[in-house]
């Protein structure tokens, strides 16, 4: 049945120093609202969120759709190549600003708030999840990126369902991968029949929330590769005492920010700790294995393309995604080299000498990022360079 066009009026919502164009849609009778996160490379007019937003216009929920950017910053992103569309952080905010607005509407301020994010908007929507954690009551997540909300995601006191398409193995796998020990898993069957998503519609304010990924389906006559692995995974639970502790720590402290701050900056140090610990180094060097993790992101950064680039520096430590970026140019890239064009290029940039030379700062540097980046994204990096290059991009390899 197609679903009712609900008329959407234009609304600004404000967020800090900048003010959000958004279009709020609130039916007869609605009891809740969705508010929409959308992906990196979207916006509110997004076709796919508006056809959801739309059937739950129908189903009597109210949705507030709205740009997680202002047009001047949109303008910018598009020559910097994404450095504002994927500070996840920023964005997180923003949704969080806009949860604060729809709380603060004289129409919308008795209803129950849920979240529904897309791509990397998936991410967004869990951090802001976790900064509200007495507010939101429910999240879903379609082809998300969890695992750029790592840091958030014990912080997430609502029922959270993360959905990821059947051909979508990759995205899968960060889905996977971002599970808090503390979430349910919840799968769902080829009917679409998902008990734990109905038992959470049921749960009251004392029950532990339900989370999980729904499990990719198979193509017709693809065998399910994940069935046994799956079965055979032992189901973690959420404890109410957990649950208590948690709550007490993200209730005292409402904004993520300086908890995430404080986990990049330990993040990025363990980074250079690790480099340091390659080659012997003392922590008063620390402006030498600083000095190897700037040479060797910037080499990598100027031989991708700006896209690629993006994607990269999503995954990186807040902290060391601003080195990543330091000094770029999207308008001379990608610069052309092969593997020893590569090394040159680090050398260069090296105020000193290493046993081994360039190649292995290269390997050290690299095996220290290969805790945050995924197996998935280095593929993509190396599939984008020459073949002699790609090899030496292989963290944990050499």
Not at 24 to 31: D, E, M, Q, W
Not at 138 to 162: H, K
Not at 353 to 373: C, I, K, S, T
């Amino acid at each position: 049945m197609a679903a009712t066009s609900w008329f959407a009026r234009p609304t600004e919502i404000a967020a800090g120093d900048v003010a959000l164009a958004g279009d709020l849609t609130i039916p007869p009778g609605a009891r809740g609202i969705v508010l929409f996160a959308h992906g990196a490379a979207s916006s509110r007019s997004s076709t796919r969120n508006r056809f959801v937003a739309a059937q739950l216009a129908d189903a009597g929920l109210a949705t507030l759709l709205f740009d997680l950017l202002t047009p001047e910053e949109q303008e910018e992103d598009r020559v910097t190549g994404g450095a504002l569309r994927f500070d996840i952080p920023l964005l997180a905010g923003r949704l969080a600003r806009a949860t604060d607005y729809v709380r603060g509407h004289s129409e919308t301020r008795k209803l129950a708030i849920g979240y529904f994010g897309a791509s990397a908007g998936g991410a967004v929507a869990l951090i802001a999840a976790a900064a509200r954690p007495g507010v939101v009551r429910a999240v879903v997540s379609r082809g998300g990126r969890p695992d750029l909300a790592e840091e958030a995601l014990a912080g997430i006191m609502a029922p959270t369902l993360l959905i990821v398409g059947g051909a979508d193995h990759p995205v899968a796998e960060w889905n996977a991968r971002a599970r808090a020990p503390r979430l349910r898993e919840a799968h769902r069957d080829r009917r679409g029949r998902d008990p734990h998503v109905r038992g959470a519609r049921r749960a009251g304010a004392g029950d532990p929330p339900l989370a999980g990924v729904v499990r990719p389906v198979p193509r017709r006559g693809e065998p399910d590769r994940r069935a046994a692995a799956v079965r055979d995974r032992p189901e973690p639970v959420l404890t109410s005492a957990a649950m208590h502790t948690s709550a007490e720590r993200w209730h005292a402290m409402p904004d993520t920010g300086y908890s995430s701050f404080d986990a990049t900056v330990d993040k990025t140090n363990r980074i250079l700790k690790e480099i340091e610990q390659t080659f012997g180094w003392p922590k008063s060097r620390r402006n030498q294995s600083y000095a190897a993790l700037k040479a060797v992101l910037h080499a990598l950064r100027d031989r991708l393309t700006v896209n690629e680039a993006a994607h990269f520096a999503a995954q990186l430590p807040v902290l060391v995604r601003g080195i990543y970026y330091h000094g770029w140019d999207p308008s001379r890239v990608p610069v052309k080299m092969n593997r020893e064009e590569f090394l040159e290029r680090v050398q260069q940039q090296l105020p000193f000498e290493v046993d081994g030379g360039a190649e292995r700062v290269v390997q050290a540097v690299l095996q220290a990022l290969g805790h945050h980046v995924t197996e998935g994204e280095w593929e993509n990096v190396r599939s984008s360079v020459p073949r002699d290059l790609a090899s030496l991009l292989a963290p944990g390899v050499h």
